[in-house]
């Protein structure tokens, strides 16, 4: 799937529907091409928030980001993106990952091999996508027989949410996108080499595989209600962030051990205060005229689909006007 000048909105699905469609309708107006919402576990479910979206806007592309095989079978995922794709009439695209192991155990779901099975299940979900029979397929996961196949299939794009270098590899051999989280954003030439190597070791033109940009950005003209917006998201997820990023960052898993337990304490205030600037740095915190700096240096490294992910700002409808409005114009 190639893209030129592609740019997506990334919303958590902590948003209420009436403002997670606000936005979305808004991104839509202000010129983006795309918007994708989180799933992650004991928020609002993404499937309904974007079956919602469909129904208000009419061009712009939607997105789960992620779905993973643990908490949802890849049979079930296969249907809520092919109905997807039939209620927004073809805007719809599958994001899939493996999902947060912390998040995971929230609910005692086990997460072995999670390589192997957001392989499996990309290739499964798109294999039934296209109407075929996972079972007539190598490497699709065990226990599909010949009833196994969607009776109304409906193909959307895969994508894949990678953050380590062998996941990254396998989405550039697998899928027809990517979402590589940046942090910081600067990582994105070591994630995109990693996809392009992972698509030519299968044969594949890199080319054809979307590599997305996908960072964090909170703008606002006071940069320290920009600042304080992104240290809320950084303390929240943080600590589930890819061992293997923090440490590119200079970063490690314990040091959010406070931050972990002030929120554990039910003190999320006290957790965003501990919020380093170098944890800042993870993402892009600032005015207008500093995310199309940011933004920039990713298009000189190749960039050409940007993913402005949450917070987005103090006031995130705001957000997405100054975004559609000061930002995307000059990029």
């Given amino acids: ?73 890849p049979a079930e995922i296969a249907m809520t993106s ?24 929230w609910a005692g779901i086990e997460r072995p091999k999670p390589l192997t099975r957001t392989r499996e299940a990309v290739r499964a979900l798109r294999v039934l996508g296209a109407g075929g029979r996972p079972a007539d397929h190598p490497g699709t996961g065990e226990g599909w027989t010949a009833e196994a196949h969607l009776r109304f299939p409906a193909a959307a794009p895969v994508y894949v949410g990678a953050m380590s270098p062998k996941m990254l590899a396998m989405a550039g051999a697998e899928a027809d996108g990517v979402l590589p989280l940046l942090y910081p954003p600067e990582h994105f030439p070591v994630a995109r080499d990693l996809v392009h190597a992972g698509a030519r070791e299968a044969g594949r033109d890199p080319a054809e595989v979307d590599v997305a940009a996908a960072f964090w950005v909170s703008v606002d003209d006071d940069r320290a209600a920009a600042e304080r917006a992104l240290a809320e998201k950084i303390a929240y997820y943080g600590a589930s962030f890819s061992p293997y ?19 554990a304490a039910g003190d999320p205030e006290r ?57 995307l114009p000059r990029l």
Wanted: proline share 4%.
């Fill in 82 to 105: 092919a109905t997807l794709a039939e209620l927004s009439g073809g805007r719809f695209s599958l994001g899939v990952a493996a999902g947060a192991e912390e998040f995971l155990g």
């Fill in 245 to 263: 990023l923090l440490e590119r960052a200079g970063l490690a898993v314990a040091d959010f051990a406070g931050i972990q337990a002030a929120l």
């Fill in 271 to 327: 957790a965003t205060d501990l919020v380093t600037p170098q944890m800042l740095g993870l993402g892009i915190a600032g005015d207008a005229d500093e995310v199309v700096r940011r933004c920039r240096w990713l298009q000189a490294e190749g960039a050409t689909h940007l993913s402005f992910g949450p917070p987005l700002g103090p006031d995130p409808l705001r957000a997405v006007t100054v975004l559609g409005e000061q930002v």
């Fill in 1 to 73: 799937m190639t893209t030129s000048g592609t740019t997506s909105l990334r919303l958590n699905n902590d948003l209420g529907v009436q403002q997670f469609v606000d936005l979305v309708v808004t991104a839509e107006r202000v010129g983006f091409d795309q918007v994708w919402v989180s799933d992650d576990l004991f928020l609002r479910s993404a499937p309904v928030l974007v079956a919602a979206a469909a129904v208000a806007t009419s061009r712009v592309r939607l997105g789960i980001g992620i779905m993973n095989p643990y908490s949802v079978h």
